[in-house]
């Protein structure tokens, strides 16, 4: 079965600096991978995905990830970090169900808290 | 476009009591998807429909639970009678069928007392 594993609960860096979250995951096939944003009270929203292609993925809000087969990890980056950017992030692995679509398995999220 | 809608935003019920959960998906998206968020459990697939039709409920924890989907713009989620373990924030998602990323919507933060 698809798993994905978010190895940091928290991370905090001062605004301005660099960001990099990890996320491994483990699927049998080649994987659809995603990263999701959640702000407080919020749904979650799409930051960018990962179906085929160019393994360097850009994404909204500035946002990258790089999905590195070897390694099994979709690690997501920014390179400087704006105060708005704290929120919790989730990485998900997308498996083919019954129908025909693929569903996304959630990791368990990374609180990022940004310092000033 | 207004997104998923889901109401209401918060529910506080007894135990006991019938809760029932509604959604909006985003026209002309096909799937609807229901997740549940707690602290100790993260984010859990319960339950997701492809053109209405329920594909796999594997994920409905008991059942307490039932979900419909009477036609394309329209969804909701049943906990009939409800329990303390039922509180959670309960998210309705919604895309295309075969791939595309889910959209959510801002959720159902219920506590059941």
């Known amino acids: 079965a698809q798993s994905v594993t978010q190895p940091d609960i928290h991370i905090t860096v001062s605004e301005g600096a660099s960001l990099e979250l990890r996320c491994n995951y483990s699927y049998g096939a080649t994987p659809y991978l995603f990263w999701y944003v959640q702000s407080p009270g919020q749904g979650l929203q799409l930051l960018l995905k990962y179906f085929s292609g160019d393994t360097l993925v850009q994404g909204i809000k500035g946002f990258e990830a790089e999905f590195k087969r070897s390694q099994s990890s979709f690690n997501l980056r920014k390179p400087s970090v704006h105060w708005s950017d704290a929120a919790e992030y989730f990485c998900?692995?997308?498996?083919?169900?019954?129908?025909?679509?693929?569903?996304?398995?959630f990791g368990r999220g990374t609180s990022l808290i940004v310092h000033p | 476009d207004a997104g998923v809608i889901q109401s209401p935003r918060h529910e506080v019920t007894e135990m006991g009591q019938e809760v029932t959960l509604r959604c909006k998906p985003i026209s002309g998206h096909n799937s609807l998807f229901w997740y549940r968020q707690t602290m100790m459990r993260g984010l859990e697939l319960l339950i997701y429909?492809?053109?209405?039709?329920?594909?796999?409920d594997s994920g409905m924890p008991e059942d307490r639970f039932s979900a419909k989907m009477p036609n394309a713009s329209f969804s909701t989620l049943k906990i009939q009678p409800s329990e303390p373990r039922d509180s959670a924030v309960y998210f309705c998602?919604?895309?295309?069928?075969?791939?595309?990323?889910?959209?959510f919507g801002n959720g159902t933060r219920l506590t059941v007392t």
């Open positions: 998602a919604s895309s295309f069928q075969g791939g595309s990323p889910l959209h």
């Open positions: 429909f492809n053109n209405n039709v329920p594909i796999d």
């Open positions: 998900a692995v997308g498996s083919l169900k019954a129908g025909g679509s693929y569903i996304p398995t």
